[in-house]
């Protein structure tokens, strides 16, 4: 089991930045890629990020490309997403996943490929 916890989201005007970071305990973290998706109310859950075991391949929503970047720190067990000129379709729950490495691949997964999820943190961004 990887148990994840999101924290970080909160309200910002558009335009603003916010850094989310995703703690993660249980089983080695090094051993698993992270990936941040998030949820707007009515809409499915969509793919944002994604990076490698090692932090050295990273993989981003075509749209989000330049204004937010994925990074982990495995010796704090640790995934972050800075995310930069913030705007109100960015308005979302942000969740990030975990998956087994020899699963991932650089490219826009999709939820059902992910393993063990966090419980969310809400972003919202005010126009």
């Known amino acids: 089991q990887v148990q994840l916890v999101e924290s970080g989201g909160g309200l910002v005007q558009a335009g603003g930045s916010l850094r989310l970071s995703c703690a993660a305990s249980?089983?080695?973290?090094?051993?698993?890629?992270m990936g941040w998706f998030r949820q707007a109310p009515g809409k499915e859950r969509e793919f944002v990020a994604t990076i490698s075991l090692s932090g050295g391949r990273t993989y981003y929503a075509d749209s989000l490309k330049g204004r937010f970047t994925i990074s982990r720190d495995n010796a704090k067990n640790t995934v972050y997403l800075q995310m930069n000129s913030l705007k109100p379709e960015d308005t979302a729950v942000y969740y990030c996943a975990a998956v087994y490495g020899s699963h991932w691949y650089p490219g826009p997964g999709l939820p059902r490929e992910y393993d063990y999820w966090g419980q969310g943190t809400q972003v919202t961004v005010s126009s």
């Open positions: 249980g089983r080695t973290f090094s051993s698993y890629a």
